[in-house]
C-alpha cells in the first residue's frame, strides 16, 4: 500500500471515530441485552420452572431459538462472574 | 535532555514490544489466530462481538487509562527523577504489561470469562472469592485517595473546579442532545467538543473557590447521585467527552515534551529512603509499587482486559498490541509526567514559594528530606505539581500560543476526569461486591443480608468511609493504602497468569510469568509489612480512627495475601512435582 500521511491522518482519526462510537454503543448495547434476557426468559422461561403462559409460543418458535438458546446458556453460566465485565464496562481504573 | 527521555522511552516501548513482547506471544501464549476467538465463536451481539484491533486498542486504553500514572510518578521525585522512571519502565515491560497480556489471553482462552473465574478454576475457589473483597476495599480507598487529589487541586486552582462543574452541564446537554433529541452523532460531538472548550473558558473567568471540606461534601453527594441516575444521562456522555481530554492531553504533553529541549532540574538520584509516605523516610524498595502504584502496573487491568475486552478480541494475534501495547501506552503517560515535573517541578515550587513568601531551601543535597514536606506545605504536590509543570512545559515550546492559564485547566481537567470517573463508578461496582460478599448471610441471617445488600447501604459504605478518610487530609498515607490494595490484585492476577501458562499451556518459558509473580509478591508482601509496621503507627497515634481503618484493612488484605500464596504454591509446584 502507498505510505502517505494524510492517508495515515484519515485512517487515524477513522478509527479514533469508530473507538468514540463504539464507547458510546457499549453501555446501551447493555440495555439491549437485559431486553433480550427477559424475551428468551418469557418465551423459555417454563423449561427452568417458571410458570410462562405461552408455552406453545416457545414450542412453534423453538426451531428458530438456536442462537437464542446457545447465548442464553453462555449468559447463565457468566451470570455469576460479572465483577470484570462492570469494571470493564464501566472502566474503572486507578 | 526532556527530548532525550520521551524518545529513549519510546525506543524502549518499541524495541521491546518486538522483542521481548513477540517472544511471549510466540513462545510463552503461542497466540494462533488458527483458534477462533470468542468474540466470533460465542457471537452474540452484545458481548461477544468483534472489534477492530484499533477500535478495542482505544477502548481498552481509556478504560485502563487512569489518574494514578499521574500522581505515582510525582510523587515518586522524592527520590529524584532516575529510580522512578526505571520502576515504569521495568515494571512496565516485564510485570505489567505481561500482567495485562496473560490476563486478556487466558480469558480469550476461557471463553473470555473473568480471571476472577481463572483463578478459581486453576488455583482454588477462594482465591476466587477473595477478588470481590480486594476490589471492595480498593474501592474504598479509591475513593479515599483520589477524593483527597481532586479535593486538593480543586482547593489549589479553582477554576479547575469551576470547569469541572461545567464539564458536567455540558455532558448533561450532550445526553440530551444524543439520546432525546437524537440528533446527529458527529455534530452532537463537535457540539459535545465546544462545550467542552466554553467550559474551560468559563472555569478560567469564573473560578470557584471553597474550602478542602467542602468540596469533600459536595464529592461525597457527588458519588452517591453520579451512581443512582440511568448511565446514559451523565455517565456516558460524560465518558465521552473525556475521551476528548484525554487524547488532547496526551497529544499536547507528548508534542511539548519533544520540543521542549530543556535540562533536567530535579535530581536523578536523592536517597535510596527519602521522607514520603506518612513523613516517614520511606525505602525504595520495597515501598516503590505502592508509590507508583498503576504507573507502572495495575491490578484493575486484569479486570478490565478479562471483562469486556477479552469478548471482543476479534483474533488472537490482537491481543499483543491491546494487552501488552496498551500498558505500555500508560506507561508512556508516566514518562511525559516524569520529563514534565523533572524539567519543570523545580522552577514551579520556587515561583510558588516566592509567591507565597516561604523561604525556598531545596537543593540537591536537602531535597530527599524536603521535597515532600515543602511540596505539600505550598500546595503544590503530586497532581497539582503535575498540572503547574505541564503548563510550564507547554508554555517554554511554541504550543506556548495557548495561554498557561487554559492550559493549566485543561491538565486540571484531564486528571479531575480520570479521578472522578473512578469515584462515580465505585458505588456500581461495591453495590455488586458488597451482594456477593454478604451472600453466605443469605441462609443464616436474612436481616443483615437484606440490611447489607439493600443499594442505598451499600452504595454508602464504601462512599461514607472513603470520604471520612479523605477529609483527614493525609494523602501519602492514603495514596501507598490505595497502592497496597491495587497492586495485591495485580500479585494474584499474575500468579493465575503464571499458574495458567504452566499447567494449561505447559510452555517451557512459563518462567517469564512465574519470576515476575514471584518478584511482585515478595516486593508488594514487604512493602505492606513495612507500610503496616512505620508510617501507619505514627498515623494511627495521630488520627486514631483513619489509622485503625487502613490498618483493620492491611491486616486483612495481608492475611488473605498469604492464603494465595499457598494457593499458588500447592497448585504450581504440586503440579511440576507431578510432571516429574
Known amino acids: ?94 | 535532555m526532556t527530548t532525550l527521555i520521551i524518545l529513549v522511552g519510546l525506543a524502549i516501548y518499541v524495541l521491546l514490544y518486538f522483542l521481548y513482547g513477540k517472544k511471549l506471544e510466540r513462545d510463552v501464549v503461542g497466540a494462533t489466530d488458527a483458534n477462533e476467538a470468542p468474540s466470533s465463536r460465542l457471537y452474540d451481539g452484545v458481548d461477544y462481538i468483534p472489534a477492530r484491533k484499533a477500535v478495542l486498542f482505544g477502548h481498552h486504553f481509556s478504560s485502563i487509562a487512569g489518574a494514578a500514572p499521574i500522581i505515582g510518578p510525582a510523587l515518586a521525585m522524592a527520590y529524584g527523577w532516575v529510580p522512578g522512571l526505571l520502576w515504569v519502565w521495568f515494571g512496565n515491560v516485564f510485570i505489567g504489561a505481561v500482567h495485562d497480556y496473560l490476563a486478556l489471553m487466558a480469558s480469550v482462552r476461557y471463553d473470555g470469562r473473568s480471571i476472577q473465574f481463572v483463578a478459581s478454576d486453576l488455583m482454588g475457589k477462594r482465591t476466587g472469592t477473595a477478588f470481590y473483597w480486594l476490589v471492595f476495599f480498593l474501592l474504598i480507598l479509591v475513593v479515599a485517595a483520589f477524593s483527597a487529589v481532586v479535593g486538593g487541586m480543586f482547593v489549589k486552582t479553582p477554576a479547575i473546579a469551576s470547569a469541572y462543574v461545567w464539564s458536567i452541564v455540558a455532558a448533561l446537554i450532550l445526553g440530551v442532545l444524543i439520546y432525546r433529541v437524537k440528533m446527529n452523532f458527529t455534530l452532537a460531538s463537535v457540539i459535545g467538543v465546544i462545550m467542552l472548550a466554553v467550559a474551560i473558558f468559563l472555569g478560567v473567568e469564573f473560578p470557584m473557590p471553597a474550602t478542602y471540606e467542602t468540596w469533600m461534601y459536595i464529592l461525597f453527594f457527588y458519588i452517591i447521585i453520579a451512581a443512582a441516575i440511568p448511565v446514559n444521562v451523565l455517565l456516558q456522555p460524560r465518558d465521552y467527552q473525556n475521551s476528548f481530554l484525554l487524547y488532547a492531553g496526551l497529544i499536547l504533553g507528548l508534542l511539548a515534551a519533544v520540543f521542549a529541549f530543556r535540562g533536567f532540574e530535579v535530581p536523578a538520584f536523592t536517597s535510596f529512603s527519602p521522607i514520603l509516605t506518612g513523613g516517614k523516610p520511606t525505602p525504595f524498595w520495597p515501598a516503590i509499587p505502592l508509590i507508583i502504584a498503576c504507573g507502572s502496573l495495575s491490578g484493575f487491568h486484569s479486570l478490565v482486559a478479562s471483562g469486556t475486552t477479552s469478548k471482543q478480541l476479534t483474533k488472537e494475534s490482537d491481543g499483543l498490541l491491546i494487552g501488552y501495547g496498551a500498558m505500555f501506552t500508560e506507561g508512556f503517560l508516566s514518562t511525559i509526567v516524569v520529563v514534565a515535573i523533572a524539567g519543570f517541578g523545580f522552577t514551579a515550587l520556587q515561583t510558588a514559594a516566592a509567591e507565597k513568601g516561604i523561604e525556598f531551601t531545596l537543593t540537591a543535597s536537602t531535597w530527599a528530606t524536603q521535597f515532600t514536606p515543602l511540596s505539600s506545605k505550598l500546595g503544590l504536590s503530586q497532581a497539582n505539581l503535575f498540572i503547574q509543570s505541564y503548563a510550564d512545559m507547554v508554555a517554554a515550546t511554541w504550543l506556548s500560543v495557548i495561554p498557561t492559564q487554559y492550559v493549566k485547566v485543561l491538565a486540571g481537567m484531564w486528571v479531575a476526569a480520570f479521578a472522578l470517573t473512578t469515584l462515580d463508578t465505585t458505588n456500581r461496582l461495591a453495590r455488586y461486591c458488597v451482594s456477593e460478599m454478604a451472600l453466605p448471610l443469605k441462609g443464616t441471617s436474612a436481616g443483615l443480608y437484606n440490611f447489607l445488600t439493600n443499594r442505598w447501604i451499600a452504595s454508602l459504605i464504601p462512599a461514607f468511609i472513603g470520604i471520612y478518610l479523605a477529609y483527614s487530609k493525609n494523602f501519602t498515607i492514603l495514596w501507598p493504602s490505595f497502592g497496597a490494595a491495587n497492586q495485591l490484585i495485580a500479585s494474584i492476577a499474575l500468579m493465575t497468569g503464571a499458574c495458567w501458562v504452566h499447567s494449561k499451556l505447559q510452555s517451557r518459558f512459563c518462567h517469564v510469568a512465574v519470576i515476575p509473580a514471584w518478584i511482585l509478591w515478595v516486593t508488594v508482601t514487604a512493602a505492606l509489612v513495612w507500610f503496616m509496621w512505620v508510617p501507619l503507627p505514627a498515623n494511627i497515634a495521630s488520627s486514631p480512627v483513619q489509622g485503625w481503618t487502613v490498618m483493620g484493612i492491611s491486616i486483612v488484605m495481608l492475611i488473605m495475601n498469604f492464603i494465595f500464596i499457598v494457593d499458588f504454591v500447592k497448585k504450581y509446584y504440586r503440579e511440576q512435582v507431578q510432571s516429574k
Open chain 1, 1 to 94: 500500500m502507498k505510505f502517505s500521511p494524510i492517508s495515515l491522518l484519515r485512517e487515524f482519526l477513522v478509527r479514533l471515530d469508530d473507538h468514540h462510537r463504539e464507547s458510546a454503543a457499549a453501555l446501551t448495547a447493555v440495555e439491549a441485552r437485559e431486553l433480550e434476557n427477559i424475551f428468551a426468559l418469557l418465551v423459555l422461561g417454563s423449561f427452568i420452572g417458571l410458570p410462562a403462559p405461552p408455552t406453545f409460543l416457545a414450542v412453534e418458535l423453538l426451531p428458530f431459538m438456536e442462537r437464542e438458546i446457545r447465548i442464553l446458556n453462555v449468559r447463565a453460566e457468566d451470570a455469576g462472574d460479572m465483577l470484570a465485565e462492570m469494571c470493564g464496562m464501566l472502566g474503572i481504573d486507578g
